[in-house]
């Protein structure tokens, strides 16, 4: 089913629930890039195009799994034009500080601290990053644990 969409900057498209591609490049390229160019925050310009899907989502009663498609579209271009626009390497743009929190995990897991009060802190720790940055995180621990 085609459907016209509004987005917040105005641009009207046409939109195929069966191949929203269409829909994720406009929202990169119409509003997560120029966003970052703006602001130069990451984590602020992905938030920005979660925020836009999510009203579309609720505005035109779409499927909520398009918020996974637009991240992975956005994963897509992370090796090609968001690098060359920020001019550092994929997990500096999602991750600025990763190799902090992994200091900050080291940390927790050698304080000797019991189960319970280890889980609190290592939550708290984490509470912050988006689901986008857990992943990413996830991702840097294993290849260090894994791939050494």
Not at 18 to 27: F, G, N, R, S, V
Not at 94 to 114: H, Q
Request: aromatic letters at 8%; glycine letters at 4%; proline letters at 3%.
């Amino acid at each position: 089913m085609v459907k016209t969409i509004e987005l917040s900057t105005g641009l009207e498209l046409e939109f195929d629930e069966k191949a929203p591609h269409t829909l994720y490049e406009i929202i990169i390229s119409n509003i997560l890039i120029p966003r970052y160019k703006e602001n130069a925050d990451w984590n602020f310009s992905l938030n920005i195009i979660l925020e836009e899907m999510n009203r579309i989502i609720k505005d035109y009663d779409l499927d909520p799994k398009l918020k996974l498609g637009l991240l992975n579209q956005v994963e897509e271009h992370l090796d090609k034009d968001i690098e060359e626009l920020t001019g550092v390497a994929k997990i500096e743009i999602l991750f600025l500080n990763m190799d902090d929190y992994v200091l900050d995990i080291e940390k927790l897991i050698s304080a000797g601290l019991d189960k319970q009060e280890l889980r609190n802190q290592m939550a708290k720790l984490i509470q912050p990053l988006t689901l986008f940055e857990i992943g990413e995180l996830f991702i840097y621990l294993g290849k260090n644990a894994f791939l050494k």
